[in-house]
């Protein structure tokens, strides 16, 4: 259950935001906390580090690339890692409960 739970949450963020361009992601996200590609740079990076933590693999970062669209294409892959690696359903239930607070948040 927690699988579509992260699917549904990753659904809904992707289409909120996957035709944003440049100008969009470089706005102040509501937080107040950076840039709206600042926070979803942070929530690839986070579930990346669930990932590893899972796997027990040691935590790596994420490349930040200039491309700001790109995060969308970052969380899908860093989402799909999660869910292959056999992640407890606590830790799907955490990362998309993370996902949806962000999507709140841009």
Same mark, same amino acid.
């Given at each position: 259950m927690s699988t579509d739970?992260?699917?549904?949450a990753l659904d809904l963020?992707?289409?909120?935001?996957?035709?944003?361009e440049g100008p &969009?992601? =470089?706005?102040?996200?509501?937080?107040g906390l950076g840039s709206r590609a600042d926070v979803?740079? %942070? +929530?690839?990076? &986070?579930? =990346?580090d669930f990932a590893a933590d899972v796997e027990d693999?040691?935590?790596?970062q994420?490349? %930040? +690339?200039?491309?700001s669209a790109a995060l969308v294409?970052?969380?899908?892959v860093v989402v799909n890692d999660l869910i292959g690696s056999g992640a407890p359903t606590s830790?799907?239930?955490a990362a998309a409960a993370d996902v949806a607070a962000v999507s709140d948040e841009l």
């Amino acid at each position: 259950m927690s699988t579509d739970e992260l699917n549904r949450a990753l659904d809904l963020l992707v289409r909120r935001v996957g035709h944003w361009e440049g100008p &969009r992601w =470089a706005g102040e996200a509501a937080s107040g906390l950076g840039s709206r590609a600042d926070v979803m740079y %942070r +929530l690839v990076q &986070r579930i =990346a580090d669930f990932a590893a933590d899972v796997e027990d693999h040691p935590r790596r970062q994420v490349p %930040r +690339l200039e491309n700001s669209a790109a995060l969308v294409d970052q969380l899908r892959v860093v989402v799909n890692d999660l869910i292959g690696s056999g992640a407890p359903t606590s830790v799907l239930s955490a990362a998309a409960a993370d996902v949806a607070a962000v999507s709140d948040e841009l």
